[in-house]
């Protein structure tokens, strides 16, 4: 379950009433890797090995699935062995579930480039995009981000919910290794901000289209440009901003040699 109904005092005008109201859910994580700690993650209580499997591949701690022995999750505890004793983060990172909190220091120039032909119509941008926000967990609790990953055609593959949209990309990226999905051939939807931090996600993880129905951040921009990435931004209605990587939306190219 992810939210829980709590009691409340509702307040409307002058009027007091005691009531209740669902609350998402939201658990600290703690993963270490061969014995170290290497993470706690305040996240929601679900997918939790997805989750893992994700993070480590974008934080390059394994840089192939079978460089994973095991993974072993117990309460709010998930120990990792690889296959390299020494695979370990440099420091300990606490993220929190707005944003990351301590994300990955962002150069640009060490990160890899999209290796990816995927181009898409914008039709199938808002129809994913659509599918995505689409939530009743959503609008129950008012306090969840989505991230959605899709196939070329618009097919979802994964919608996954999470209190930060940081873990919830880790998780549909999780996800995709775990089923042998080609990466490169997907995009991600999410329903907050894109940040240079899921910029970094994609571009390693291969991803070469990331669209929210919100804004972007010049970093993230600028780190996209750099690895080649697609950015689409304020997907809304009929809709929506390409701020970078516009040859991978159909019709877009010939408008932007046109500047």
Excluded at 100 to 106: K, N, P
Excluded at 138 to 165: M, N, P, Q, S, Y
């Amino acid at each position: 379950m992810l939210y829980r109904e709590l009691p409340i005092v509702k307040v409307d005008d002058e009027s007091f009433v005691a009531a209740t109201h669902p609350v998402v859910e939201e658990m600290p994580l703690s993963v270490t890797v061969n014995g170290r700690h290497a993470l706690t993650a305040m996240t929601s209580p679900v997918m939790l090995r997805e989750f893992v499997v994700g993070y480590l591949y974008t934080e390059r701690i394994v840089r192939e699935l079978d460089e994973i022995e095991s993974i072993r999750i117990e309460g709010n505890t998930a120990s990792v062995l690889t296959k390299n004793p020494f695979s370990i983060l440099t420091s300990h990172k606490t993220v929190l579930s707005g944003c990351g909190g301590t994300a990955s220091f962002l150069d640009a120039g060490r990160l890899p480039a999209i290796r990816s032909d995927l181009t898409l119509a914008p039709e199938t941008i808002r129809a994913a995009t659509k599918e995505t926000l689409d939530s009743d967990l959503h609008r129950i609790t008012g306090g969840i981000h989505l991230v959605g990953l899709f196939d070329g055609e618009g097919k979802a593959i994964l919608i996954a919910a999470d209190i930060g949209r940081h873990n919830a990309l880790d998780r549909v990226i999780g996800h995709g290794l775990l089923a042998g999905i080609d990466l490169s051939r997907t995009f991600a939807v999410s329903s907050g901000r894109i940040s240079s931090e899921m910029v970094r996600k994609c571009l390693v993880a291969n991803i070469p289209v990331i669209v929210s129905r919100g804004a972007t951040t010049t970093t993230a921009v600028e780190a996209a440009k750099a690895g080649g990435l697609t950015i689409v931004g304020f997907v809304r209605s009929r809709k929506m901003n390409i701020y970078t990587g516009w040859e991978r939306v159909r019709g877009a190219s010939q408008a932007a040699a046109g500047e």
